[in-house]
């Protein structure tokens, strides 16, 4: 029964998107605007729907973090509302010619940008997500089928609706935005299924979830995966940065995918940076789970940082939380050697003064984001211009790294000829 | 067992990668050309490799289109080892610098473009894809993993064998090259399960070949799609160039995804056009499936033509012979009603001199390659100016369209700062 639901859900997506995909920017715009008052005018009536899904957060115990998530407020609905106008001061991709030239021949060849199609996004309880989502796919084109966690079941229902009825307003399909959530986990499981229906599956969540989709999905992924971030602190690297940066990366916000993960460090000054950079994140809260070595330089150094030895579990963990995995490295081949056992492929970052470390780094570490001097909290689409990120892709297939707008659309060949016929 | 020695030989490849990732593009076309002298140096030995095949062919009783792709003599192997000549002199897509600009902050960002890593290729039996496949993949830095039909399988050892001699005397590692025939169909199981080990995997072949590893790999992979292509005779089309076009598109080569394989013909100039058009396919040898108007029209003008009632099957089918589906349609919108319900997404033309049909046609038809005026057989790779073609992809992520060196290819960014740290 879901997967009949579900599939026609898309399906109906999947009829009304052409509509969309000939609107002109100024009609897409408009329509972003007027769902963003309308959010705005209907607070009351989505706060209220919010207070159910609470209710039920709290009988379920939710952790804190979680429900904070959830939790919307008239103030809360206005930040959503202005995501949406972000999205229309966003520029269009769609018409951009990619690739052109005439042939010899004299067949006219153009590569222009067009929507992916229909996007199914399946994420976490946060209702912010569902109307970034939807305002983001609507700019790109893109007909979108939500399913964004039963506890937020009556916050994105209140939502949703007010998204359509300013797309009927408009007279545009209302189905150009459709959500499943009322289908639990089996809508997940029909929209894996979904194959000619939807287009791109985008799972954004814990790695538990994105693995699922990964494995069983027969809908193409855009796998958001997970950030085992890397820094090495090279043998030339300037402690002062490297301080500042480090602490940056690892407390300037915890639980996010391009937080710090992994600390390297190499081991001609490790016995001076160890000791220093570990004060100023022990200060923050921040636990260490060192190898031998560095438990060595840091005991010798008398730090009053928490640390516990390191597992090898611990060289493969995303904690996103206080915790660091701390080891020092005998030189940048054993650096790059870890990284490539050990990264996901997210963002990893080296401080260095020395020209051909950075070099090597830069060109040897086969990441999304690679980077020189830089922390690795810029590794977000936000911070590289594009606006609006749908996620950050670690995947190498389509998109790769943060994923604004552009990632969101496929490009079409059209050629135009006056009679050709192939010799 | 398979499965562990497949692995193996993914794990091999993808350990020999980064050595080809960092080659500069003079090394590469160096390798290249050696590659096509050895080949051409002991072709008797290929030739040899490949008698043995034929044997086993003909003792199963291969058909002969399929024995005729199989078959090797001198004259081959040099066109063969023209293939890497070829792609020697293709530009290196390597390096290139995608996108880039310094941020407000000053960090300096750049998306330059790197090789894939392993790409895991799956086709028939046709020694010269061996070749091929693994030219491309060495020109644009990526290592390849073969697996390219049992039937072929000494032919395709010898010619591995001699590729991998030349990348030893280039001091390079052979298992940048890695052919996995010997494992007959449980290898296509094993590198579907190579997840981690393989980044892509292209299969090339049947409809059931395809789907089977659409439907089961969890390596991401490049569909390399049947193309059930349709050409519009629109009411203004110029008939004579209609005769021209629709005859080169079906009978210029048969057995190819980019052939006709439906005639569509708007209704106000079908009793002129469809006569008129199925005179020089019937003198080819085309047979013509026809729906009920058809008949009546080519029946009433006394045709010579072999037609049989169409049944719903036949608004599916990719002939890849000498068959053509043909359609009355009542306008534009039924036409691109029926495209949208049947096509495959490959290759679509509409003839016309009307330029809103033209234009509605190039923008509603959501196809890799939409065409105006031309022959659909212009849908291919070489006719792009790639200079080389994987295939031609027909879904909508990363790769759309003829694949050539830059569709295996990835992007990577590199973020170079001062010491940046995030506000």
């Known amino acids: 029964m879901t997967v009949h639901a579900v599939h026609d859900a898309a399906r109906a997506a999947r009829e009304a998107q052409p509509s969309l995909a000939r609107l002109h920017r100024d009609t897409k715009d408009a329509v972003l605007l007027a769902m963003a008052d309308a959010l705005v005018a209907r607070a009351e009536e989505i706060v209220s729907a919010n207070a159910r899904d609470l209710e039920a957060a709290d009988a379920a115990g939710m952790a804190a973090g979680l429900r904070d998530r959830l939790a919307l407020d008239p103030q809360r609905v206005d930040a959503i509302a202005q995501q949406l106008r972000d999205a229309a ?30 996007i199914g996004m399946v994420y976490e309880a946060r209702p912010n997500v569902t109307v970034d989502a939807a305002g983001l796919a609507l700019k790109s084109g893109n007909a979108v089928v939500l399913r964004g966690g039963s506890a937020a079941l009556h916050s994105n229902t209140a939502l949703i609706a007010v998204l359509r009825s300013v797309l009927a307003e408009h007279d545009l399909p209302e189905d150009l935005i459709v959500g499943i959530d009322e289908h639990g986990r089996d809508g997940v499981d029909a929209l894996m299924r979904a194959r000619g229906l939807i287009d791109v599956l985008i799972p954004r969540g814990g ?20 950030g085992k971030t890397h820094i090495l602190v090279d043998a030339s690297a300037d402690l002062d940065q490297a301080e500042a940066i480090v602490v940056n990366a690892k407390t300037q916000r915890v639980g996010v995918c391009n937080a710090l993960e992994t600390l390297l460090v190499h081991r001609d000054v490790a016995s001076e940076a160890l000791p220093r950079l570990a004060a100023p994140l022990a200060e923050a809260g921040v636990r260490f789970h060192v190898d031998e070595e560095s438990a060595g330089i840091l005991t010798a150094a008398g ?121």
Chains 1, 2 share one sequence.
């Not at 991709?93 to 006219?108: A, D, F, I, K, T």
């Not at 516990?308 to 611990?314: G, W």
């Open 207 to 226: 790695a538990g979830l994105i693995r699922r989709v990964v494995e069983n999905s027969l809908v193409p992924v855009i796998e958001t995966g997970t």
């Open 89 to 118: 001061a966003l520029p269009d991709p769609v018409g951009e010619v990619m690739r052109g030239s005439v042939l010899r021949n004299g067949l006219e060849l153009r590569q222009v940008r067009v929507p992916l199609g229909v």
């Open 303 to 423: 730090t009053s940082a928490e640390i516990v030895p390191a597992t090898e579990e611990d060289w493969d963990t995303e904690y996103l939380g206080l915790e660091l995995a701390v080891k020092v490295v005998s030189d940048l081949d054993d650096a790059l050697a870890h990284v490539r056992a050990h990264s996901t492929g997210h963002t990893e970052s080296i401080l260095t003064r020395d020209l051909l470390s950075q070099q090597r780094f830069l060109a040897e570490v086969d990441s999304a984001v690679v980077m020189a001097n830089a922390s690795t909290r810029f590794s977000d689409g936000s911070e590289f211009g594009f606006g609006a990120e749908i996620g950050i892709s670690t995947q190498k297939l389509h998109a790769r790294g943060p994923m604004g707008l552009v990632e969101m659309t496929t490009g079409k060949w059209l050629v135009v000829g006056q009679g050709h016929v192939r010799p």
